[in-house]
């Protein structure tokens, strides 16, 4: 299954971004989804993760300024960031919680900097 993220780009501190990711297959509808990031040198990490109930679910470094959401419809996985902040530099990707639902893909480059 393939997995397309986009919607990163630079932005300044304090600011928002929307990133959203489509799913090749309606299958998509039965699995957890989940946003991840990689940021320079790091290892991957678990940001958000939707239950196909629509619980959700946060690392603590983005509870509060991050909202994960689903449209089983249209196959897609929403991420809306607020307040983003230098550390949230990275590639973010989907896909299920646990990964493997689909492929990692290139991912969507966000970059928040002054």
């Known amino acids: 299954v393939q997995l397309q993220a986009?919607?990163?780009?630079?932005?300044?501190p304090g600011g928002a971004l929307r990133l959203s990711c489509t799913a090749s297959r309606s299958s998509f509808r039965f699995n957890?989804?989940?946003?991840?990031?990689?940021?320079?040198?790091?290892?991957?990490?678990?940001?958000?993760?939707?239950?196909?109930?629509?619980?959700?679910?946060?690392?603590?470094?983005?509870k509060g300024r991050f909202t994960i959401s689903r449209d089983n419809a249209k196959n897609t996985v929403d991420l809306q960031m607020n307040s983003l902040?230098?550390?949230?530099?990275?590639?973010?990707?989907c896909n299920s919680s646990p990964p493997g639902f689909g492929s990692w893909g290139q991912g969507t480059l966000v970059t928040v900097s002054s």
């Open 6 to 12: 986009f919607g990163g780009g630079l932005v300044q």
């Open 32 to 62: 957890v989804m989940a946003w991840y990031r990689q940021a320079p040198g790091k290892q991957r990490e678990l940001v958000a993760v939707i239950t196909t109930g629509g619980n959700t679910h946060y690392a603590d470094s983005v």
């Open 85 to 93: 902040k230098p550390e949230d530099t990275a590639v973010y990707y």
